[in-house]
């Protein structure tokens, strides 16, 4: 008697129905698989009829999985890593560094240079963000974070460095407002940043003066619009000098009251199935050495 053969399993459904359930949402599915809303809407019916009970819950601006659906989807998550951690193994691709866009733009692009000069054979790709990471899903192999974020389960932790933090502004504005102590403050234009609320706090805290009032009157959706704001004249931002340093050298900034230690540090995570790869070892360390080096002010 011939076994008889298991039922092909429908990969491009599950696959936009994992997604769909992760995500809360069949468009942001569609954008991340690249297909169409309506392609992802008819993997899911075409399961739900497979297996004969609802998976997702259709919510007005949203989907949600059932109970039955949250247990696939689970699964699924878990089956996908695994195959893309396999895959990576046997064809390692490109490395991927993931940042912030005020550190990739501030820190990492200037000097990203010298690294492929050293390094000609190690191709670098840029993952801009700066929240929780995916190693495996996002085939991220390297990431720059703050320790405001919790690093992923087994992930391998590097210090960078202690964030130094302070005031920054155009040199005119500085002079045209005379800061020299904190309390000169209350007469600035206080820039602030949605990804950070509270900086300003953090450094009124670290300098030993946490009843100093100093509300935001502008508040920039991105870090490097701020750093970009202060530099045009607009008022005063709160910024770590690590970003800052390059401009503040150019002269197109000043730290009018210096830097002083913040709540937070840099570190480095590194995927934990991609330690040993030469290239990884590589980065990671000119990563090391770059910052190191810039805190130092060598």
Not at 208 to 231: C, K, N, S, V
Not at 262 to 275: D, K
């Amino acid at each position: 008697m011939s076994a008889v053969a298991p039922p092909r399993l429908p990969l491009n459904a599950l696959r936009a129905f994992e997604a769909a359930a992760r995500l809360g949402s069949m468009s942001t599915a569609a954008v991340e698989l690249g297909v169409t809303h309506g392609a992802v809407s008819r993997h899911v019916r075409e399961l739900e009829a497979q297996f004969g009970l609802s998976l997702l819950r259709r919510l007005p601006k949203s989907v949600a999985p059932t109970p039955a659906g949250a247990q696939l989807a689970a699964n699924l998550g878990e089956a996908f890593d695994l195959m893309r951690l396999g895959v990576s193994r046997l064809a390692p691709s490109p490395l991927t560094l993931s940042c912030s866009a005020t550190i990739a733009m501030n820190w990492l692009i200037p000097r990203l240079g010298t690294f492929k000069r050293d390094h000609a054979d190690v191709e670098v790709r840029l993952n801009i963000n700066y929240g929780e990471v995916d190693f495996v899903r996002d085939e991220i192999s390297v990431a720059i974070r703050s320790s405001m974020f919790r690093a992923p389960h087994e992930v391998v932790i590097r210090s960078l460095i202690r964030e130094e933090i302070g005031p920054i502004c155009h040199p005119d504005y500085a002079a045209r407002l005379g800061l020299t102590t904190p309390d000169d403050l209350a007469g600035a234009r206080i820039l602030g940043t949605a990804t950070r609320a509270a900086a300003w706090g953090e450094w009124l805290s670290a300098i030993g003066r946490p009843g100093l009032e100093l509300p935001a009157h502008e508040t920039y959706d991105h870090f490097y619009l701020m750093i970009q704001a202060a530099a045009s004249g607009l008022g005063v931002a709160m910024a770590p000098r690590i970003l800052a340093s390059d401009e503040i050298a150019r002269g197109h900034l000043v730290a009018p009251l210096g830097f002083v230690d913040g709540p937070h540090e840099l570190s480095l995570w590194i995927a934990p199935h991609l330690r040993t790869r030469s290239d990884v070892k590589r980065l990671a360390a000119w990563i090391q050495e770059e910052m190191t080096r810039q805190a130092s002010g060598a």
